[in-house]
């Protein structure tokens, strides 16, 4: 029996906040101070930072700060954007993703998670072959470093200028292609809702330990902006609790991240969006 | 040796526009009478006609009004619409749609393309399975008028409201289930340029006389509206002379056809836009 047609459950209803992970973008207004402070006081249990939040400072203290405050430091966003036209900024992209391993590794995050890139003057084929060339040029100074390495697919309504990865079963391919024990994949269920392989792409990874990080937010009808207008689970029509079903019995049991890039919602007082956030975790993911 | 792994080679480039046809929905500011005087006197051949062009009017007669100018009617955009809540609303998307044909046989148009429709209330699932339903409800009445119909896989970005179809692996397990020879399937470069599988699944339809129609149009970088921010060919990153060189490749003689939705484009001169569809016909497409 194939892992597509062994049918799965929608996952029961979360009880609390233990598994409950933010992304520092979503809260983006306030500093990553403001995130130690506010996140465990809500009952936060983990931070996926940004490396916008940590910009100028240095890691390892930004690492300590976050465990002080009780947070587990769940990835580091992001790496990848691996094509370009010329070879010179493709060796630049690597340079650049080994910068980010040691800053993850300082930061105390077990995880990068990849953006993989895109370039409109670049077809996808080779995009998605420079892609691999820069992952493995990456993975060996990860694994010694301690540090996976998570090829996100995004929607393919981003194809041209931030991933040529863009379904989970191209992630996967990816994936046993590079055959890297640093080298697995991230579901986030904006990009990946409508794929109709999603349940036996996930199940695709069960045996494998490569299923390593779990996105949550909604889709907004109508959404107003390709990038900027990410909803609150509930808010949209993503069947979250569906999709995280097929996660847990795929044997997943990290944290589930929510990562919302909304312009309306950062324009709101953070502090409130928190609380939201809150219900909306326990009732609609 | 399967489809995927025979090279085709890209295109020849147009050297005439013997198989250039314009939606009319391109174009939308003009009137059909406006559409029908200047298509012809720029050349092209073919006019795919949406229903907003023709309604109030006598279908019969706007058909002849097209042909009288020279022009061919390549198909009527658009049916479907197939999934609902509730079972009534399903009953009328049937009943619309076979109105749909009617409308087609009226017009002289051989062919109805069908934006298979969604709805933020209907899991994808089941929407699907409501899409096959309403297909096969309507196949019947389009054999018996002489129509086909087209399954057009939309891009993800429209799997809220507009289509649960959004791969054309998914549009030919659709046409295979139905296995009506009224049904075949639409390639729109718009909605299909990013799968990585694009080229093995038209290679599909190769031998199945299923590959019905061919839309074109670019994807700008960046894209600011998720409807209406078509680019005219050579505007944006879709090789779309590659893709045309799969459909030649699998046997596809039909028309090339021009759909752009820009409200950019639609507030310029029309003569104008004409003129310039004309020249990234033939150096773009």
């Known amino acids: 029996m194939s892992p597509a047609s062994i049918p799965h459950p929608e996952a029961a209803p979360l009880e609390d ?3 409950l992970c933010i992304h520092t973008i979503t809260t983006r207004p306030w500093s990553l101070e403001d995130a130690v402070r506010h996140y465990p006081a809500a009952g936060v249990a ?4 940004w490396r916008e939040a940590i910009e100028g400072r240095d890691p390892a203290a930004a ?44 930061l105390g995050a077990p995880l990068v998670v990849l953006v993989c890139g895109a370039d409109p003057a670049v077809p996808l084929p080779e995009a998605r072959e420079q892609i691999r060339d820069g992952i493995e040029a990456v993975a060996p100074h990860a694994a010694g470093c ?19 990865v863009n379904t989970l079963r191209q992630a996967n391919d990816l994936a046993d ?10 579901v ?3 990009h990946l809702w409508w794929d109709p392989e999603l349940e036996s792409q996930i199940g695709r990874c069960a045996s494998r330990e490569r299923l390593l990080a779990f996105h949550i937010c909604d889709w907004r009808s ?7 207008d990410r909803g609150l ?16 019995a795929a044997g997943f049991r990290g944290f589930n991240e929510v990562e919302i890039f909304s312009t309306r919602r950062w324009s709101q007082d953070q502090g409130k969006f928190l609380q939201e956030i809150l219900q909306a975790y326990l009732k609609a993911s």
């Open 146 to 164: 301690g540090v996976r390495l998570a090829i996100e697919p995004l929607h393919p309504m981003y194809a041209d200028t931030r991933s040529a």
């Open 46 to 49: 983990g931070v996926t930072v």
């Open 177 to 186: 292609a590079i055959a890297s024990p640093a080298v697995g994949v991230a």
């Open 63 to 106: 690492g300590r700060l976050i465990r002080e405050a009780g947070l587990e430091v769940v990835s580091l966003c992001r790496g990848g954007f691996f094509p370009h036209p010329d070879k010179r900024g493709r060796h630049r992209a690597i340079e650049e993703n080994r910068r980010v391993v040691d800053e993850a590794a300082a």
């Open 188 to 190: 986030d269920v904006y």
């Open 233 to 248: 689970m509930g808010e949209g029509c993503i069947p979250i609790r569906r999709i995280r079903g097929w996660m847990e």
């Open 17 to 19: 906040t233990g598994r």
């Open 222 to 228: 109508p959404t107003e902006d390709l990038l900027y």
